[in-house]
């Protein structure tokens, strides 16, 4: 596609619920970032893929956050157990490989927990 | 640890007035810098960057930014600011390293604009 797809683009999921994030990224993008973006914040970095391979996940702030990219292509990040303090916007942005591309972003997936 | 600082969390110009959005870093090395720009809903788009080489560069919609080695700073310039420039604005640093490529963003700076 034009750019990086995210769904849902809105979610509210009850505490305790699990949820699942989905990012598609641009066509033949070898790199892969999650971030979140808590209200009023910048976003922060939660773990990055080199095609099918993590190769950082040292930003997921706890073991309820787990994201996967099995083929390479589309990446699931999936919260289990959702807290309240999860609600933030979780962005995905992918770039052609690593730093020295410019890293596009998705519009968003906007996680409200109640 | 790496981190950036944007020191003005909101700033107010008029339409067709000058801006300038600070932006300070600190990092061991030459980081890789970034000037993104955020719309209400919106993901986020790159405005400028700067990997090496001249330390003024230009970017889209009009703006500018200079690397500033000594102070440790990008900050981001338009001559004359349209209304439609209002949204919010985040500069980042990435470096390589063991993260190979993720960013660091500050806390943004929120742009209005007046008639």
Known sequence: GAGVSQSPRYKVAKRGQDVALRCDPISGHVSLFWYQQALGQGPEFLTYFQNEAQL???GLPSDRFFAERPEGSVSTLKIQR???EDSAV???????????NTIYFGEGSWLTVV | AQSVTQPDIHITVSEGA??????????GA?????WYVQSPGQGLQLLLKYFSGDTLVQGIK?????FKRSQSSFNLRKPSVHWSDAAEYFCAVGFYGGSQGNLIFG??????VKP
């Open chain 2, 62 to 66: 009009g703006f500018e930014a200079e």
């Open chain 2, 107 to 112: 806390k943004g700076t929120k742009l209005s």
């Open chain 1, 82 to 84: 959702t807290q309240q």
């Open chain 1, 56 to 58: 950082d996940k040292s």
């Open chain 1, 90 to 100: 979780y962005l995905c942005a992918s770039s052609l490989e690593r730093l020295g």
């Open chain 2, 30 to 34: 030459t980081p890789y810098l970034f």
């Open chain 2, 18 to 27: 000058s801006l300038e959005l600070r932006c300070n870093y600190s990092y």
